[in-house]
């Protein structure tokens, strides 16, 4: 079994800055991939950032430039710093972690996932 605790939600005016934290366990800790994804009310899971065992990161042109994945392996932790944020990336976000595959593309190839936090951008 695995476990994944996200943490650091929180309500931003636009232009402000959050990161969020995933302390991972158990299994996860030999995911191939960890990842982040949000969702908003009534829209699909969507993938925001992804990070291979051995660091390769990726992201959607919708927050490129704006967030940063990284991973304190020593900590089992996984971050995701939110910089310029706007009210479009509102929404509740996941830690998850793949044992096999990294996409941003397909949340149910996921095996492990966090119980969310909320992030929530004013205008």
């Known amino acids: 079994q695995g476990q994944l605790v996200e943490s650091g939600g929180g309500s931003v005016q636009a232009g402000g800055s959050l990161r969020l934290s995933c302390a991972a366990s158990?299994?996860?800790?030999?995911?191939?991939?960890m990842a982040w994804f949000r969702q908003a009310p009534g829209k699909e899971r969507e993938g925001v950032a992804s990070?291979?065992?051995?660091?390769?990161?990726r992201y959607p042109d919708s927050v490129k430039g704006r967030f940063t994945i990284s991973q304190d392996k020593p900590k089992n932790t996984l971050y995701l710093q939110m910089n310029s944020l706007k009210p479009e990336d509102t929404g509740m976000y996941y830690c998850?972690?793949?044992?096999?595959?990294?996409?941003?593309?397909?949340?149910?190839?996921?095996?492990?996932w966090g119980q969310g936090t909320q992030v929530t951008v004013s205008s």
């Open positions: 998850a972690a793949a044992m096999s595959v990294c996409t941003l593309s397909t949340p149910d190839w996921y095996n492990y």
């Open positions: 990070i291979t065992r051995d660091g390769k990161a």
């Open positions: 158990g299994n996860t800790y030999s995911s191939y991939c």
